[in-house]
Nanobody
Framework: QVQLVESGGGSVQAGGSLRLSCAASASTDYCMAWFRQAPGKEREGVAAIDRGTSTKYADSVKGRFTISKDNAKNTLYLQMNSLKPEDTAIYYC??????????????????????WGQGTQVTVSS
């Protein structure tokens, strides 16, 4: 069982930056990802990272967001730059069910993840 706790959310103006962190109770040597959910919308995958350094991004955040993790600190990160009002949402981190479960083709699908944090709010004003 992996417990995940997000932090780093807040309110910023458009064009600003935030860095989200996700502290894991166990190793982050899993495929992991960040998702977000805006009011009235479905949860969408934002960025994913495998057990190495291979990453995948939603088209809407490519070039602006960077996912990374520090296995020594059991922490997943999401650096968000050039934020836009449409990035406003609750951001969740997630981990795959096992260390051996990692499919790039579906890495941004919530169905690929079993462990979820409680979320952190990001609000971007224009």
């Amino acid at each position: 069982q992996v417990q995940l706790v997000e932090s780093g959310g807040g309110s910023v103006q458009a064009g600003g930056s935030l860095r989200l962190s996700c502290a894991a109770s166990a190793s982050t040597d899993y495929c992991m990802a960040w998702f977000r959910q805006a009011p009235g919308k479905e949860r969408e995958g934002v960025a994913a990272i495998d057990r190495g350094t291979s990453t995948k991004y939603a088209d809407s955040v490519k070039g602006r967001f960077t996912i990374s993790k520090d296995n020594a600190k059991n922490t997943l990160y999401l650096q968000m730059n050039s934020l836009k009002p449409e990035d406003t949402a609750i951001y969740y981190c997630a981990a795959a069910p096992t260390r051996w479960y990692c499919r790039r083709s579906t890495a941004l699908s919530p169905n690929d993840y079993s462990y979820w944090g409680q979320g952190t709010q990001v609000t971007v004003s224009s």
